[in-house]
Structures are given as structure tokens and as C-alpha cells.
């Protein structure tokens, strides 16, 4: 064939994908006007109000998910079959970010978690699983404008040759994180596909995709087990709001809607926070020693019974004597329930036995009412005050922080006098409600009241950013999975908190998934190869056993300078950033910020803050210890001195400042390089 009439063929190839692109969302727009249709006129086909309403929350996420975004192309690939498979021999199907039928019921996109999409990430030249040929798009805002094939019969691979593939990863990015279906990588797609019963910990590098192999796992599962987990629930929990506002898109674009995302502070947020604790205190109530302290202070609450229960009722009295007392006080408390079901329980089975009572005497059952008015009789509520004591979360703490009896009692063996002195330290109200209490007092009160009820849980939890979390914040996101599983996600070498994870078999322990699989992700896709090396300097300081970072971007930019004004000299930068494509953060010393952006507005130079992704601003100033998590195509870094002197750990929070930059990364100082960084 001539050249003239190849690039005809490809002409008119690309001419027919684009038909099939334009069908494809008007199929997409019909199936979403149905979807309207049926929410609008639910209530009169329904037979009852209850149904009504069922049906109408149903239509009404179902249109949600149907949501087109014309900037955002319906699919992204296709896998043409071989004869090698006998199931899809001969077929050609488009794969996508959610599936699209037409009138027919036939697939024009096919889902991509399909399992016959999964073909698309992993067959190989080596293992072509049957597909002949795969084909990758290209997009430039929805516009289909090229294709590549890679025939994998014929053992044709591109791989990182791919420019397609390539240039979505590199793409610029302004705004809110991206879902990344296009680019999933065989290793972090085995990862995104992993079982619901499994738990798994993904140790992974800057760059490595680790959040999104994280929320691409809670689509697929959502996807496979749609009504378990709808009925159970999905939680994302993020390292701040930022955080989470950075990544709240993501699977709004892939078709999933009902996905709960919170910080750990909203999750333990049963009383208000208004007070900070000393390092030193913080640390202390961060330890999971408290967990057996105050399941201990609970225990000495329930007592013994001392005295029979005599309840008049009527012309009869009933009497309950201290051995069965005891023996039901004693039966509950060995069956290890929580607290408040304890009490419920002993309250029921005192009720029992005077039931009992009545039946052998009257021949009769007695009704409800009589047996709400038994558990109401003051001999029995006196007993229970007495035996089995209401407790709250809150009134629990405040008694540790005010009596150092109580306290004594319960840390006896577990904290020395100078940490129970510690711990007590800091001004506490009179009543648990005049308490202004503590971000740690809250992870208490949260563990105090798992320990008086058991909290609802999760189907599955994905925990970002998890190397910052401490034993009892782990406890607490441990109490709303214990049956359900968990994708955890992290990098030790970014652990910036005191008491930041250095193993991760530690913190699954006390997620109560000690045999969840850890899985190393080291080469990175978004940062480029200089960056990484930079960053890469610091590991050594940082006492953490992680592989260094690799990266396969050769691209991108690094550049190290001294300067006399960061002030003018940042500006400088930023200007000359906002010449290429995509987003510019500049980082600094959280003391430092407010100065940076009055001099950026004094420039003419708008920017907007880490919590504002949906603004239009290409320009973003964050504080050092907020920017974890995000990606900005071009960072400034300013003083990095600053930031290493401004917290104990700073050199692990200048490790994930470094490695934010997916372009360019440019490092102004004034001061000297901190020494791992200059060696």
C-alpha cells in the first residue's frame, strides 16, 4: 500500500471512530433523558409512598452517574479480538469510563471495569490474552484527534514509546485530580482489581499513582459489588480538606456518586474542638497505651450487687436474690459486649427473671407494658446505677483529666506518675460540657465511646495518606471497618506527624488487619526524573526503609538557586511559569504564605488558596504542611530552610514538598541548602 493511501485508511479510521463517539453520547444522552423520565413520574408508578421513594433516590443517583462531560472523551481505547479467544472472536469493543448501550441494549462502550476491559491493561506482546490489536485515542478538550495500535499478535508493544499514552500522563492539570483509566499501569491495575475480602497496604513513592490505585479500587468494587457496598457504604479518608477537595472529582467522573469522604478529625468529631494541646500531651494521648487505659476505666465502672431487689407490683412483690444477681452481672460481663449493651443487657435480663416471677404466679404472660414498667421500677434503675452505671464518652475522659485516683487506677502499670501528671496538665471545665476540648481529646472520646457502643462500619475503607496517622487515629478508622476491608495507602518517607508511621505491619496492626498484604509501588510515572533525584537525596536523612523513587520522565525541569529577595524572586518565577501550559503552586513556610500572595497580588498575579480547586486561578500559594497529596505542573519552592526549621520533622515535610512538581520544580533560598540536600 502507498504512503498516500495509508494515511487515507487512517483518515477515513479516524473519521469512523469519531462517528462512533458522537453516537455513543447521544446513546449516553437517551439513556440519561430515560433516567429523567422514570425520576419525574416514579411517584405514579409506584404502589406505595415507601416504593415512591426508593424508586426516586435510585432515578435520581442513576442520573447523576449518567452525567456527561463534553470536555471528558467516553472512552479512551478499544481492544480488537483474534480468533485465539474463542468468546470475543472477530469483536471489537470500545472501552470507556462507564457503560453505554444503545436502543438495542448492545454495548457501544464498554465499562472500564468490565472483565473483559481488563485485557486493555494487561495484555502484553508476551501475553496478548487473545486481543489482536489494542487502540489507544487521543483528546485534546473531548475532540477525538488521534489513534495508535499496538498489534500485539504480531508481538508490536509500545509501551513507554506510546505518545498517546504519554502525553495523558504528562498532560497539564489545572484544578482538581484526574481519574487516570487511560493510563493504568499492569502493576497498579492487579492492585485496582484485588478482591473485596483483601486488604491491602500500598507503599508508594511519589508519583507512583498510589491515590489513584486507591479510589480506582473503590470504583471497580463499587462496580462489582454494587448493592452489598451501597447497602454498607465506601469511605475515602483524606489527610485534610484540601485534600479531599483535590480529589472529590475523580470518581464523579468515573460514574460513582455515593461515596463518603472525610477527614480522620470529621469521623472522631463528637465534640467540638477548641483547644490545642502541647506537643508533648498530644503524643501522649496519641499513644495506644490510652486504649487500655480507658477500657480499663470503663471496666471499674460495673460493680457488684450487695443487696437483694425487692419490686412491688400491685398485691404482689417480687425478689430477686444476690446470687442470681450476681451470676447475671457476671454472665454479661464475660460476654465481652459494649458497654452500653451491657447495661441494656443486665437491665433485660433482671426483667427476665421477675417475668419469671409473674408467669409462675399469675399463669399468664405479661404484657409490654408491664414489662417497660419493670425496667422503669426504681429497685431495678437503682440497681443498675449501682452494678452497671450510665457512662458517657466525654464524662469518661473528663474524670481521668480531673481525678487522679481514677486515673491512677486505670494507667496503673501503663504510664509512669510524670505521664499521668502530663496527661492531666492543661486547664479542664468543671463539667465534661464546659471542657474546651483537644483534636487528641476527640480520637479519646471517639475511643471511649467504641468501647460504650459499637459504631456503624464501612464495606471498604481507603485511607490516604496514611503514614501520618497515629495507633489511636488507626483505632478509630479500625472501629468502622472491622468488617469490612481496607485499601491503605502511603509513603513512610513522608511521615511528617510525631508520631508518624516507620512500619507499616505497626499501623495494620492497629487497623485490625495485621495480615494485610504490603505492596511496594517505586516507579513513578508523574515526576520527573530530576525532581525525584533531588528529592531522592534526602531519604538517607529521614530513617525510613523505603526504596528510593524512581521515575520514568526524562522530561521536565529542576532548577536550584540562591537568591537575595525570595520575595521578588518567586514573583519572577511565577511569571516566568505562567508562560507554559498548566498549574503553578507556589510552597512556602506556612509563616510566609501571606506575604507570598500580597506580593503576587501586588504583581497583578491572582491566586487562589489549597482549598479552592475549583477556582479559576492557575496560581496557588500553600502552606508547606498543606500541600500533601497535591500536584501542581510547576512548583516554586521557597526557603527550604525555613521549612525544615519550622517542625521537628522537617525534613520529611520538605521530601513531600519537593516531590509535588509533575513539570518543573524551581528551589529559591536565601539560606544554605539543608546539609542533605547541599551534599
Not at 454479661?332 to 451491657?342: I, M, N, S, V
Not at 496492626?509 to 531522592?536: C, E, Q, Y
Not at 521578588?568 to 511565577?574: D, F, G, K
Request: with cysteine; hydrophobic share 45%; charged share 25%.
Amino acid at each position: 500500500m502507498t504512503l498516500h493511501a495509508q494515511e487515507q485508511t487512517l483518515d477515513a479510521e479516524l473519521v469512523a471512530e469519531r462517528a462512533h463517539l458522537d453516537t455513543s453520547r447521544e446513546a449516553l444522552r437517551r439513556m440519561r433523558e430515560r433516567a429523567e423520565s422514570l425520576f419525574a413520574t416514579g411517584d405514579k408508578v409506584a404502589g406505595d409512598a415507601y416504593t415512591a421513594e426508593q424508586l426516586g433516590r435510585h432515578m435520581a443517583r442513576r442520573v447523576k452517574e449518567l452525567a456527561d462531560d463534553p470536555t471528558t472523551p467516553l472512552f479512551f481505547g478499544r481492544l480488537d479480538f483474534g480468533e485465539a479467544d474463542p468468546d470475543h472472536a472477530g469483536r471489537d469493543y470500545h472501552v470507556g469510563r462507564r457503560h453505554v448501550t444503545d436502543e438495542l441494549g448492545e454495548p457501544l462502550v464498554l465499562d472500564w471495569r468490565a472483565p473483559v476491559s481488563r485485557s486493555f491493561y494487561r495484555a502484553s506482546a508476551r501475553d496478548p490474552q487473545g486481543v489482536a490489536v489494542r487502540r489507544r485515542f487521543g483528546f485534546s478538550t473531548g475532540v477525538l484527534t488521534s489513534f495508535e495500535d499496538e498489534r500485539l499478535d504480531r508481538g508490536e508493544e509500545l509501551g513507554a514509546a506510546s505518545r498517546i499514552l504519554t502525553a495523558e500522563i504528562e498532560r497539564p492539570r489545572v484544578g482538581p485530580m484526574r481519574d487516570i483509566v487511560a493510563t493504568i499501569q499492569p502493576e497498579q491495575d492487579e492492585l485496582v482489581r484485588a478482591d473485596l475480602a483483601d486488604s491491602i497496604c500500598v507503599q508508594g513513592a511519589p508519583g507512583t499513582g498510589k491515590t489513584a490505585v486507591g479510589l480506582h479500587r473503590a470504583a471497580y468494587l463499587l462496580y462489582l459489588h454494587r448493592e452489598r457496598l451501597r447497602r454498607s457504604g465506601v469511605l475515602i479518608v483524606g489527610p485534610n480538606r484540601a485534600f479531599l477537595s483535590y480529589i472529590a472529582a475523580v470518581l464523579p467522573a468515573l460514574g460513582e456518586v455515593e461515596v463518603e469522604q472525610a477527614t480522620v478529625e470529621d469521623l472522631v468529631a463528637r465534640v467540638p474542638v477548641r483547644a490545642v494541646d502541647a506537643p508533648a500531651v498530644a503524643a501522649l494521648k496519641h499513644d495506644v497505651r490510652m486504649a487500655e487505659v480507658l477500657r480499663r476505666a470503663v471496666d471499674a465502672h460495673i460493680g457488684a450487687p450487695t443487696e437483694p431487689i425487692m419490686v412491688s407490683d400491685g398485691s404482689f412483690r417480687w425478689r430477686i436474690g444476690l446470687d442470681p444477681l450476681h451470676r447475671l452481672v457476671e454472665e454479661t460481663r464475660r460476654e465481652d459486649l459494649p458497654y452500653g449493651t451491657g447495661r441494656d443487657r443486665v437491665r433485660a435480663r433482671v426483667v427476665g427473671l421477675l417475668q419469671r416471677q409473674s408467669e409462675a404466679r399469675r399463669a399468664e404472660s405479661p404484657s409490654d407494658a408491664w414489662l417497660r414498667r419493670m425496667s422503669r421500677a426504681k429497685p431495678v434503675t437503682e440497681f443498675l446505677d449501682a452494678v452497671w452505671p450510665a457512662l458517657t464518652p466525654e464524662g469518661l475522659l473528663h474524670r481521668l483529666r480531673t481525678d487522679p485516683e481514677a486515673l491512677a487506677a486505670a494507667a496503673d502499670g501503663l504510664l509512669t506518675a510524670e505521664e499521668q501528671d502530663l496527661f492531666r496538665s492543661g486547664p479542664v471545665g468543671r463539667t465534661p460540657k464546659a471542657t474546651r476540648w483537644t483534636a487528641a481529646d476527640a480520637v479519646l472520646i471517639d475511643e471511649a465511646a467504641g468501647l460504650l457502643e459499637r459504631p456503624g462500619g464501612f464495606g471498604h475503607v481507603v485511607v490516604d495518606e496514611a503514614q501520618d496517622l497515629s495507633p489511636m487515629q488507626c483505632r478509630a478508622i479500625a472501629r468502622r471497618s472491622e468488617h469490612g476491608s481496607i485499601t491503605l495507602l502511603g509513603d513512610l518517607a513522608q511521615g511528617t506527624a510525631p508520631w508518624a508511621a516507620t512500619d507499616w505491619r505497626e499501623s495494620l496492626a492497629h487497623l485490625g488487619k495485621p495480615d494485610a498484604a504490603v505492596v511496594p509501588l517505586s516507579i513513578g510515572f508523574r515526576v520527573p526524573a530530576a525532581v525525584v533525584a533531588f528529592a531522592n537525596r534526602l531519604l538517607p536523612a529521614l530513617a525510613v526503609d523505603v526504596p528510593p523513587a524512581q521515575s520514568l520522565r526524562r522530561d521536565g525541569a529542576l532548577d536550584v538557586r540562591t537568591v537575595e529577595d525570595l520575595t521578588a524572586a518567586a514573583v519572577a518565577e511565577v511569571r516566568a511559569a505562567l508562560a507554559h501550559d498548566g498549574s503553578v503552586g507556589v510552597i512556602a513556610a506556612d509563616d510566609t504564605v501571606d506575604r507570598l500572595r500580597a506580593a503576587l497580588a501586588d504583581a497583578g498575579v491572582r491566586t487562589a488558596t489549597a482549598d479552592d480547586v475549583e477556582a479559576a486561578e492557575r496560581v496557588t500559594v500553600v502552606p508547606a504542611t498543606l500541600v500533601k497529596g497535591l500536584e501542581y505542573d510547576h512548583v516554586v519552592v521557597v526557603e527550604p530552610a525555613a521549612i525544615v526549621a519550622a517542625e521537628p520533622r522537617g525534613l520529611h515535610r520538605l521530601y513531600v514538598v519537593l516531590t509535588r512538581a509533575v513539570s518543573r520544580l524551581a528551589v529559591l533560598h536565601r539560606e544554605p541548602l539543608p546539609a542533605p540536600l547541599a551534599g
